[in-house]
């Protein structure tokens, strides 16, 4: 065997052994949670856009607290304000207001449809109650969206620190941690208490 063959030999091993450093499994990872993080914030812009709906049906249906509906409308526009692009994704401070933004508006759907259960004659309205399903349904998308970015994100997590890939992760990509979405109150596992006494 002439040299010249043997560097013949080696050029496709020197090609294995870099694509197993993680040269193409970083990135390809990295989109796949940004692409996930899209459809969190495609699940988070369908409800914004449901709430004004919601909340003319409310106020033509029934005459209900007008602070309820004031703090949906003021914790939708708030939520609306906070942006957090792909690049931030490492940043757990602007994951976390993006979070606590979010946090806020579910808290005002909360109380809103808690006053809505003392309320009956809404729930006669047709149209509202398409409306309420349309909500529970952008809810369950959103949990399902973030389900699936946080799995994104620990695959992600876990092929930058693992051998082979840190190797192309830190030299090559300069790879960091991405931050996986978590819930804002602390208490979030607890079942919100519902009480029709007064």
Same mark, same amino acid.
């Given at each position: 065997?002439?040299?010249? /063959?043997?560097r013949w030999?080696?050029?496709p091993?020197?090609?294995? /052994?870099?694509?197993?450093?993680?040269?193409?499994?970083v990135?390809?990872?990295?989109?796949?949670? @940004?692409?996930?993080?899209?459809?969190?914030?495609?699940a988070?812009?369908?409800?914004? !856009?449901?709430? &004004?709906?919601?909340? =003319?049906?409310?106020?033509?249906?029934? *005459?209900?607290?007008?602070?309820t509906?004031?703090? +949906?409308?003021?914790?939708?526009?708030?939520?609306?304000?906070?942006?957090?692009? #792909?690049? !931030?994704?490492?940043? $757990?401070?602007?994951?976390?207001?993006?979070?606590?933004?979010?946090?806020?508006v579910?808290?005002?759907?909360?109380?809103?449809?808690v006053? +809505?259960?003392?309320?009956? !004659?809404? @729930?006669?309205?047709?149209?509202?109650?398409?409306?309420?399903?349309?909500?529970?349904?952008?809810?369950?998308?959103?949990?399902? /969206?973030? *389900?699936?970015?946080?799995?994104?994100? *620990? !695959?992600?997590?876990? #092929?930058?620190?693992?051998? &082979? %890939?840190?190797?192309?992760?830190?030299? +090559?990509?300069?790879? %960091?941690?991405?931050?996986?979405?978590?819930?804002?109150? $602390?208490?979030? =596992?607890?079942?919100?208490?519902v %009480?029709?006494?007064?």
């Amino acid at each position: 065997m002439t040299i010249r /063959s043997a560097r013949w030999l080696i050029l496709p091993a020197a090609a294995m /052994s870099l694509s197993a450093c993680g040269i193409n499994s970083v990135p390809t990872k990295e989109e796949a949670a @940004k692409a996930k993080w899209a459809n969190v914030e495609a699940a988070y812009q369908r409800r914004a !856009d449901l709430i &004004p709906n919601l909340v =003319e049906t409310a106020k033509g249906a029934a *005459q209900i607290e007008q602070s309820t509906l004031e703090g +949906v409308i003021q914790a939708r526009a708030s939520a609306t304000q906070v942006k957090l692009s #792909t690049d !931030d994704l490492e940043d $757990p401070a602007k994951v976390q207001a993006f979070q606590q933004a979010q946090g806020n508006v579910s808290s005002a759907l909360g109380r809103l449809l808690v006053t +809505v259960e003392r309320y009956p !004659d809404l @729930k006669s309205q047709q149209r509202f109650a398409d409306l309420m399903t349309q909500l529970e349904g952008t809810e369950n998308r959103i949990n399902i /969206s973030i *389900q699936d970015y946080n799995a994104a994100v *620990q !695959d992600y997590n876990t #092929t930058i620190r693992t051998f &082979p %890939d840190i190797i192309g992760a830190k030299i +090559v990509h300069g790879a %960091d941690p991405m931050t996986p979405y978590k819930a804002v109150n $602390p208490n979030a =596992e607890q079942a919100p208490k519902v %009480d029709f006494g007064s």
